[in-house]
């Protein structure tokens, strides 16, 4: 088990499950911001990285962290063409409700055709049937939508994703606050 840096242990306890073995993978992050879920990739050991953003002053910055493609885009389809059975894993963190709703399946339709035989993808999303759902649906005026679990399982299904596991989000408990927080969290969403 490789050591892994406070900056990245969120990612380590929740993405670590499902990251490919071989540290050849080719992964791409779609939407990639500033670097981190690559910079944490990299730390992990994989060396086919890749990613896009539509934010030129987040990718310089990605760029600056990580050696790796990492391209100025905001379109999916553009980025994914040609790109068929290209990548192990595909990471869609806190992207999707930027995608109109209506174009959501074309979206993860297009991450499926790119994905390898056995490829995964990982979405991440603040769930709007929680109880902070409306405060996620106000903190950026570009979030189109906010995804219950519900809606999230139906879109990735109607791109013809299977099976699709839905998880929590499990924060670290560095503190004795988190994890009171954790536990009462955790009671929320019993």
Known sequence: RQIVHVEFDDLELNYSPWLPAAPDAAILDVGCGPGRVLAFLASRGYRALEGFDRDPEAVAVARARVQAPIA??????????GRTRAFDLIILKDVIYYVP?????????????????????????????AFTGPWVANKDDAILWTPTETTLRS?????????VVLRAHVPPARTLRRRAFNLLAALWRV
Request: no cysteine.
């Open 155 to 163: 879109f990735l299904e109607r791109a013809g994703f299977g099976p």
């Open 72 to 81: 100025v885009d905001d379109d999916w389809s553009r980025v994914l063409s």
């Open 101 to 129: 709703r209506e174009r959501v399946v074309d979206a993860l339709r297009s991450v499926r055709q790119a994905l390898k035989p056995g490829g995964r993808v990982i979405v991440e999303v603040f769930n709007g049937a």
